[in-house]
């Protein structure tokens, strides 16, 4: 379940009432730093605009690939762990605007996470510690830790205690492992 605030409006949709929701100029400086940071090599420099002039809080060795698309109107309720890879046009969404209302929430990335390219991530969901979302994912509820998740809509394909499981045997099975003498 995703956790996000809903917001009712009246007479035209939400989308026309954008400017009544978060300030105009606010917007316009948010979308000059993405843009300037989606075309950005250097992730250091990334990372400190995002910080800066956006209000996200990016961790530590954190590396944000091109042309990643983080929210315009609402990017400092995007959150990052340290050690985790943004891969290369994902999006990663703060706000969702309807008909009849609007939405926000706060996305909250884990440490030591992958996220495949063309990804989507949802407002109001968090991604724990080691996940793992493959490509062109739409990420639309939580993914607990250590999981390998996919797929539109986004199912889990592996839990973590599968995978350690899986590592598990693939080292015995080597250790067994005893060349034929010809």
């Keep these: 379940m995703r956790r996000t ?3 009712e409006v009246e007479e035209a949709n939400s989308l026309w009432q954008i400017y009544k929701t ?5 917007v316009v400086r948010n979308f000059v730093v993405i843009q300037t940071a989606r075309y950005t090599p ?18 530590n060795k954190t590396a944000v690939a091109l042309m990643v698309m983080m929210d315009t109107m609402f ?7 340290e050690n985790s890879v943004i891969g290369y046009n ?3 969404l703060a706000h969702e605007y309807l008909i009849k209302e ?3 929430g706060d996305v909250n990335i884990g440490n030591n996470v992958l996220i495949g390219a063309n990804s989507t991530i949802l407002p109001g969901v968090e991604i724990g510690d080691g996940a793992i979302v493959s490509a062109a994912t739409l990420v639309h509820k939580d993914v ?18 599968e995978i350690e499981g899986s590592i ?6 080597v250790e067994n492992y005893a060349p034929q003498e010809k």
């Design 5 to 7: 605030t809903r917001y």
């Design 22 to 26: 978060v300030p105009f100029w606010k």
């Design 42 to 59: 250097f992730l250091p420099v990334k990372n400190w605009l995002y910080k800066t002039f956006l209000g996200m809080e990016v961790g």
């Design 75 to 81: 990017p400092e309720k995007i959150k990052i762990g």
């Design 90 to 92: 994902t999006t990663i």
């Design 102 to 104: 609007y939405r926000l």
């Design 144 to 161: 607990p830790a250590g999981a390998f998740v996919g797929g539109n809509p986004m199912r889990i394909i592996r839990t973590k205690e």
């Design 168 to 173: 598990q045997a693939d080292t015995e099975q």
